[in-house]
């Protein structure tokens, strides 16, 4: 039994607007005989769009009409209608994420973008999401390194950390190809504040309505290299730049990182150098900036390596790698309603587990509290739980007892109740919670995935007939 | 042709010869000899999971070597002694091979029944021997089990659920407890009732067919022990019918096999076995009859 699903990938970034779809094929791995083992057997990449300038109405502000025309448009060209969509993700990268209209612009594209659809959350994830497509995750897992993907955009430079394919750590910076853009005589139209401030401290003349000066601005751009190399941990330069241009904060310097890779179109320039005699092609500082990382980061050219996406590693990651499946074991009342989105994860630490239910329910109680609004009362959250590997009975009615003391004011209010677990015993778990609840409330148990406190999780509607849930897990803190 | 004397004498002959070859060897072996050893002062070579069984000595991967072991039972990087495996790995292959032998012709024991208050129902084989010579009697019921099954329900329960030690009774015992709380906590989910489990001695699936057409449920779930190998011997099938009737088509049959450990863990497959029963009871089917 195999089935398959389309996803739609949209990235709109502070420089390039991009569309892709792609076709998954999920089949029962498994004998007939045996407990079913569901998996994404196949990700074929069906559509690509070219690549769009991001229409702007100016600095603050995405043209939503361009911005709709062009992606109605690449439906059109791909044959594809939004309904055919069943999964995806749309991402509003860079500077332009915190550009006023992001909001309605992301409210259009979901309706565009089938049902079932993360809208942009912020620069950590967008990170890993480019790390995935870059395709700088999956080398951590072949080849057993720690590896860190830099997708240098036109407003930031997007780090993610990843250990045998999970993201370990993330940073960001204001860094990137449009930190500075210019007129077609080479007069310089808009800088950034950061990178104003940069400027400042170390005596680079650059301002808006001056030209701009090829040395000046390579100065600045080697400093902005360098702010990554200390990042990375290769060599530390100045820590006070690094801090002037951290967009929240840099990585955590936790695991040494064996290869970095560069993606967005930055990252595409440093592999592949502009080879035309101009200095800025496209009227902004990308092609400069990508010739002093080359410089900055020449001694270290053993630990870079070129990804298998650049340019358009976003938006392959926004579109292949941001969805995963349940376990192929698990249990849901058939009468709630999917998708659900965007709900908060609480968790536990693991020690916990071994509580009492009262004394678990003490614990997990200020965390309810914590979504629990004085006028809306209690809010959707998922309990999220580590579980025992090929657990006893016992462990699972245990289990049972200890999310129903916990989770009281979930059960008491009208929201379904939401477990996300990572051992494979989400079956047996939530068949026993339906009769521990007198079947009276909607569950929905999941295994197999892994979900941490202050994540937030989206979960699609069934697939291969009702056995599995798709489901996004939406990481916004990295420790 | 050699006559079986002249080749006795033969090989009497050359063994003696290379006996006198080789006393160096005769002296080592005897010197570390140790007797009197107790079995506390020995390494227990069962006590390690397969995946950790590893012994190559300056591998220029081990942590690659130690990952890809981890997805496979199979012996490998066990390293050898010339062109022979070492000699525990000879061993733990030998005790490994024991547990398999154990599982088959050991009897199931009473007590675990005892302790659980289960019924205990009897094919038609009255011994070990009986039963792994001759499948046909181990698929029906003694006498006098068939007249205690009749009794035993007041009324037909929609499932029934039993287990039989079929060619492993240390599966059954491995499994039991987790897997048949989880099927009848995951039936009661669905809201359907089931009659109380018994097991089965000398039993084989089909068995299932007579005790579906005795107690007149619409589906009836067989544990059975698997036929055990070197990787486990813990392993346990459940076999599904639908109105099954003794003598019908073996395509009827619905199975859920490969439940220990490292396989599907029993809860999970309890409860996967609960939502079975559930589709078969409103398909009114199993086996390739239904679709699931």
């Not at chain 1, 590693?313 to 998708?339: H, R, Y």
């Not at chain 1, 994540?455 to 007939?465: A, S």
């Not at chain 2, 050893?37 to 227990?44: K, P, R, T």
Request: aromatic share 6%.
């Amino acid at each position: 039994m195999k089935e398959k699903i389309l996803s739609a990938g949209i990235d709109i970034g502070t420089s390039t607007t991009q569309v892709i779809f792609s076709r998954f094929t999920i089949e029962n791995t498994s004998g007939e005989y045996m407990v079913p083992r569901i998996e994404i057997t196949n990700k074929e990449v069906v559509y690509e769009s070219k690549i769009y300038t991001t229409p702007l109405i100016d600095e603050r502000t995405i043209d939503e009409d361009a911005v709709h025309n062009i992606i109605v448009g690449e439906y059109a060209a791909a044959g594809l209608r939004a309904e055919d969509i069943d999964t995806g993700a749309v991402i509003i990268t860079g500077e332009t994420a915190r550009k006023e209209n992001a909001r309605t612009v992301l409210n259009f594209m979901s309706g565009m973008a089938g049902d079932f659809v993360v809208a942009t959350a912020g620069n950590d994830l967008e990170g890993v999401i480019a790390g995935r497509g870059a395709g700088t995750s999956a080398m951590s897992l072949k080849q057993h390194v720690v590896t860190a993907n830099c997708d240098i955009g036109g407003g930031t430079s997007n780090i993610a950390v990843f250990k045998e394919n999970r993201p370990v750590d993330t940073g960001c910076f204001d860094i990137g190809g449009r930190l500075i853009k210019l007129d077609s005589t080479g007069k310089i139209l808009y800088i950034s504040d950061h990178l104003g401030k940069l400027c400042a401290k170390h005596n680079i003349n650059l301002k808006v309505g001056n030209k701009i000066e090829y040395k000046e601005i390579y100065k600045a751009c080697v400093l902005m290299a360098q702010v990554l190399a200390t990042t990375l941990g290769f060599k530390t330069f100045d820590m006070d730049d690094l801090a002037i241009m951290t967009t929240d904060h840099p990585l955590h310097d936790l695991e040494e990182i064996k290869f970095v890779t560069f993606s967005g179109g930055v990252g595409n320039l440093i592999y592949h150098p502009y080879e035309g005699k101009d200095d800025f092609p496209y009227n902004d500082i990308g092609v400069v900036l990508a010739r002093a990382i080359n410089e900055v980061f020449a001694p270290f050219m053993d630990k870079v390596v070129e990804p298998a996406e650049t340019i358009r590693a976003t938006v392959i990651g926004a579109g292949t790698q941001t969805m995963e499946l349940s376990g192929s074991t698990i249990a849901f009342s058939q009468n709630t309603k999917l998708p659900i989105k965007t709900i908060p994860v609480i968790k536990l630490a693991e020690e916990a587990e071994q509580f009492s239910p009262s004394e678990f329910a003490k614990h997990l109680e200020p965390m309810l509290e914590w979504y629990n609004d004085p006028d809306e009362g209690q809010e959707l959250v998922a309990l999220s739980l580590k579980g025992a590997n090929c657990p006893l009975f016992k462990e699972i009615e245990r289990y049972a007892d200890l999310i129903i003391a916990g989770m009281q004011p979930i059960i008491k209010s009208q929201h379904p109740l939401i477990v996300v677990i990572e051992e494979d015993m989400g079956k047996s778990l939530g068949q026993n919670l339906m009769v521990k609840l007198n079947r009276s409330k909607d569950i929905i148990c999941i295994d197999s995935v892994r979900t941490n406190q202050g994540d937030y999780i989206d979960i699609g509607e069934p697939l291969m007939h009702g056995r599995i849930l798709p489901v996004v897990v939406k990481t916004l803190v990295f420790n | 042709m050699v006559s079986d004397d002249k080749l006795k004498e033969i090989i009497a002959q050359v063994v003696g010869e290379m006996m006198k070859e080789a006393p160096a060897a005769k002296a080592t072996t005897k010197a570390c000899c140790c007797e009197n050893v107790s079995d506390d002062d020995l390494e227990d070579l069962t006590a390690y999971e397969l995946n950790e069984w590893y012994q190559v000595p300056n591998a220029k991967d081990e942590a690659e070597y130690r990952r890809l072991k981890m997805v496979t039972p199979a012996r490998l990087g066990v390293w050898h002694c010339g062109p022979r495996e070492m000699t525990n790995t000879m061993l733990r292959f030998r005790a490994d091979h024991a547990a398999a032998q154990d599982a088959v012709f050991n009897e199931f024991p009473k007590a675990f029944l005892e302790e659980r208050g289960i019924l205990e129902l009897q094919s038609r084989c009255d011994s070990k021997d009986t039963y792994l010579t001759r499948p046909d009697l181990g698929r029906r019921l003694s006498e006098d089990s068939a007249n205690t099954l009749k009794g035993f329900y007041k009324k037909a329960p929609q499932v029934v659920v039993f287990a039989t030690d079929g060619l492993s009774g240390t599966a059954i015992e491995a499994n039991y407890d987790i897997v048949i709380p989880a099927i009848m906590n995951g039936l009661k989910a669905h809201g359907i009732e089931a009659g109380e489990p018994f097991f089965v001695r000398y039993g084989r699936v089909a068995c299932q067919d007579e005790v579906s057409e005795i107690s007149g449920c619409d589906v009836c779930v067989c544990l059975v022990g698997e036929r055990p190998g070197l990787a486990t011997a813990k392993s346990m099938s459940a076999y599904i019918t639908y109105k099954g009737t003794i003598g019908m088509s073996e395509a009827r049959r619905t199975v859920v096999s490969n439940i220990h450990n490292a396989g599907t863990p029993a809860a999970e497959a309890g409860a996967h076995i609960a939502d079975i029963v559930d589709i078969m009871l409103k398909e009114k089917a199993s086996g390739t009859d239904l679709k699931l």
